[in-house]
């Protein structure tokens, strides 16, 4: 397949990679540079860090992947472990299970690293791209299309292309210098809280704890959490206030703290080896970023974390990541299809076409990725604190039901969130719907019942006040037909 035009992608993390095969698929010549060795190396296996928050992939990451090749996604099935609901663990050792859907839908956990691994595998399978490790992006001048990076020799290699990708993270280099050429709207805020991750290792050869879970030890301002892995382990993230972590620093604070809150977690782990990580594992930041435009003409496109970082607590980051994939190559697939219906080849998009198509891409996942961003930060305040709650409790039970018998009108936050490809945008307006539509029917109910037990007293009150010996017999009369 001979390419009609040059793309370069800033950043080989999973969105990068992702965004590498969909163009390449296409008809372009890739450039895929990123700043850390090649971690399928056996020798840079120990530069996997412990500040990755295990990922859970789920039905808009399993499309993107879909749409690519269906290959693709039997390969990262086949090394997922099936999560079909929260396991509430309470400060007295009890387990509640709450599962996510009445369909029996689940989301599913799957190692960073080993997604990454699949990922760079399928990049290096097509001819048209060529990996760059150990290249760190240094300038770009958006309207020629020149790159500029320096490997880890200090060599700077320099590039042309048609088109500029970053998928390079949070801190995107590339979405700073469009933000030198657009009047781009941007706003980033740290939340108060980070995380520190631990393991739990098997137990006799199996998991420890229910493996079908995301387990769950909510406890008001902070949470536990546990994800299970392939090889029988599950990975554990605390997050809290960065103020409580400045009050656990030594041995006995840190196993006095998890024998006070997490005790049952405590024992499974290890409390030799939960001092030991929370002294050596690094202490992660929490932040969300949301800004627009995402685009620069026809020129320059960010995707995933560059344009939309969240907080992991709907585990939609990576899932959203790789719908901007797929939602970008089926805005320039649509484009090309107007005039060239025979090809699949979004290569031999025009100029005028591509602005077109990073328009359109920029108009529609902005609003997305906003609405995303606030019900990942929202669900954090349902994990470490409502799942606990009985009135969040009733509420889930009673969409459940109604779900099961009117499936298409009655839909809860999370499956629309996790089981379907509804645009999130979408989706917290049907949920704001819903959520008026139940309290008022929940008041007129209540409403109904406080009237009719009412009437009831008022006629039982005449009835006993103008009879009331014979009424009285009466009531009692009938009471005794019924128990007999």
């Known amino acids: 397949m001979t390419a009609e035009r040059s793309v370069v992608i800033v950043g080989g993390g999973l969105v990068g990679s992702l965004t590498a095969c969909y163009f390449a698929k296409r008809g372009w010549k890739v450039d895929l540079f990123e700043k850390r060795p090649d971690i399928r190396l056996p020798e840079n296996a120990h530069l996997v860090e412990h500040r990755s928050i295990n990922l859970a992939i789920s039905e808009r990451g399993f499309s993107a992947l879909r749409r690519l090749n269906p290959g693709l996604e039997r390969q990262v099935k086949a090394l997922v472990v099936p999560m079909h609901g929260r396991m509430i663990h309470s400060l007295d050792g009890k387990q509640t299970s709450q599962a996510y859907d009445v369909f029996g839908r689940h989301i599913n956990s799957v190692g960073r690293s080993t997604l990454i691994k699949i990922l760079l595998d399928t990049v290096s399978s097509y001819s048209l791209v060529t990996l760059h490790f150990n290249h760190e992006f240094l300038e770009a001048d958006l309207d020629s299309g020149h790159v500029t990076f320096i490997n880890d020799k200090g060599e700077r290699q320099e590039m042309i292309a048609d088109l500029i990708v970053g998928a390079d993270g949070a801190y995107s280099k590339v979405r700073q210098r469009m933000m030198a050429k657009v009047n781009m709207n941007y706003s980033q805020k740290y939340i108060e809280h980070g995380y520190c991750e631990f393991s739990m290792p098997a137990l006799n050869g199996d998991y420890a704890i229910d493996p079908n879970h995301l387990h769950i030890w909510p406890r008001g301002s902070f949470m536990l959490i546990a994800l299970p892995n392939m090889d029988k382990t599950f990975t554990c993230t605390l997050f809290m206030p ?78 959203c990541g790789f719908e901007d994939v797929e939602a970008l190559d089926n805005i320039m697939l649509r484009i090309l299809h107007e005039t060239n219906p025979d090809t699949d080849n979004t290569c031999l998009l025009d100029e005028s076409q591509m602005q077109r198509a990073l328009d359109e891409y920029s108009c529609t996942r902005t609003s997305d990725a906003s609405a995303i961003v606030d019900l990942a930060l929202e669900n954090y305040i349902e994990m470490r604190s409502r799942v606990a709650n009985y009135a969040y409790l009733f509420r889930k039970k009673l969409e459940g039901i109604l779900h099961k018998f009117v499936p298409k009108t009655v839909i809860p936050l999370y499956t629309m969130v996790s089981f379907t490809s509804i645009p999130y945008s979408t989706v917290v307006k049907q949920w704001n719907r819903q959520t008026k539509w139940l309290h008022r029917s929940i008041w007129a109910l209540s409403a109904m019942t406080a009237i009719g037990t009412g009437v009831l007293a008022v006629r039982l009150y005449g009835l006993l006040t103008e009879y009331p010996s014979d009424a009285f017999a009466s009531i009692v009369a009938k009471a005794q037909r019924i128990s007999s």
């Not at 499974?268 to 002294?279: H, N, P, Q, R, T």
Request: proline share 5%; hydrophobic share 35%.
């Open 242 to 319: 960065w103020s409580q972590f400045e009050q656990v620093k030594s041995e006995e604070e840190i196993a006095k703290f998890f024998r006070s809150y997490f005790p049952d977690a405590l024992e499974l782990m290890g409390e030799k080896s939960v001092c030991s990580e929370y002294a050596r594992n690094p202490k992660g930041s929490l932040m969300y970023i949301k800004c627009t435009p995402y685009t620069y003409k026809s020129h320059a496109v960010i995707l995933g974390d560059a344009a939309h970082a969240m907080v992991p607590f709907y585990g939609q980051g990576m899932n």
